[in-house]
């Protein structure tokens, strides 16, 4: 019940964001202009294709990520649980978001694997992460933004460096060797009922740490894929506006308006994005002036583009109603999983940030 109420407190505030910009926008003509304006379809569609190769290479990620830590999974299966999750991060209004779904019906195969499971799903949630503020930072020193003439875009910038070296320092204290056999880790791996979800944990660190290849070909993929998403919304401001800026411009109003999209408290990143993009595309530009209005349309042209991507997802669900509802159920009935379960769920909802 708490989940719930939460994940509905949340969905209520991005809707509130969401009404607010549309009702600021609504007396703005250049959004009518927008909206009215014959769109670019052959150029929409390029959008929708770079955007589906960047979630697939996602998916192909987390399974390279859950082989690492010792669990067979192939590549079909990989992106069947994949789509999934991506729509149920849509649809859940609930505590079972994608991450949990998955890492639920990897338990449920693979019930020696509980701790590699939530393992394989945070490494992904965190690679993803760390790879959007690598190419977020990247960009910000390529076209200096630290010294931008905005100062809010100025203190932005200045705050996703410090978290991407905060972060760099972070993993690299996380995989040090002396990390997993320290007095902290063994105080975790001896933590009561979760010790046991500790040590899998820490031996899911161990194994990914042995494997500096994964980790390293996982990050470049994050950063390709997305870079894909950045060059799909540019594509989606081109086919909606003939005026658009730059696609450098872009390399710096995506990634932070995906940043803003990843925070705990709008709904699967509902309004938080689209408000970012409102925000950064009226101080961000140098190839002229744009306004909020502008920016919200083709924020919502690219959302649009994501829920088209997640109806894949729903022809998995429909191919597969049965078994996913079965896991979806032991998903939200914790209570009675027993206290194995209960610790299973309690972790990875934490990783999904339900």
Not at 78 to 99: M, Q, T
Not at 101 to 112: D, G, I, Q, S, T
Not at 162 to 188: D, E, H, K, Y
Request: charged letters at 15%; proline letters at 3%.
């Amino acid at each position: 019940m708490k989940h719930l109420l939460v994940s509905l407190l949340k969905f209520g505030v991005s809707a509130a964001i969401i009404a607010y910009l549309v009702s600021k926008a609504w007396g703005d003509k250049t959004f009518a202009e927008l909206a009215d304006r014959p769109k670019h379809w052959s150029m929409l569609a390029a959008a929708l294709a770079v955007s589906l190769v960047a979630t697939l290479v996602t998916f192909v990620r987390w399974q390279m990520l859950v082989q690492a830590v010792g669990i067979p999974l192939a590549l079909r299966n990989a992106l069947r649980l994949s789509f999934l999750g991506y729509l149920l991060n849509f649809v859940s209004p609930g505590s079972v978001g994608g991450d949990l779904f998955k890492a639920v019906f990897l338990v449920r195969e693979h019930p020696n694997h509980r701790g590699a499971a939530i393992a394989s799903v945070l490494a992904d949630r965190v690679m993803g992460l760390f790879s959007l503020m690598l190419l977020c930072s990247g960009a910000i020193l390529a076209f200096d933004q630290l010294h931008a003439p905005n100062e809010v875009v100025r203190d932005i910038c200045w705050g996703v460096l410090g978290c991407t070296l905060s972060g760099a320092a972070g993993l690299a204290v996380l995989l040090w060797p002396g990390f997993t056999r320290g007095s902290l880790a063994q105080r975790l791996r001896t933590a009561g009922r979760l010790g046991r979800v500790f040590n899998s944990l820490l031996t899911a660190v161990e194994r990914y740490r042995s494997r500096p290849q994964v980790l390293i070909l996982g990050t470049l993929a994050g950063i390709g894929a997305q870079a894909c998403s950045v060059l799909s919304m540019y594509l989606v401001a081109r086919a909606i506006s003939g005026r658009v800026p730059s696609l450098a411009d872009h390399l710096i109003i995506a990634p932070l308006a995906m940043l803003a999209g990843a925070l705990p408290f709008a709904f699967g990143g509902l309004g938080a994005f689209e408000g970012a993009v409102d925000l950064l595309y009226v101080y961000v530009p140098t190839t002229g002036q744009f306004n909020g209005a502008e920016g919200l349309i083709v924020a919502l042209g690219f959302r649009v583009i994501t829920i088209l991507i997640a109806l894949i997802g729903a022809a998995y669900y429909l191919m597969g109603r049965r078994e996913v509802s079965q896991v979806w159920h032991e998903a939200q009935e914790s209570e009675e999983a027993g206290p194995a379960g209960q610790q299973l769920l309690a972790s990875a909802a934490e990783i999904a940030g339900a």
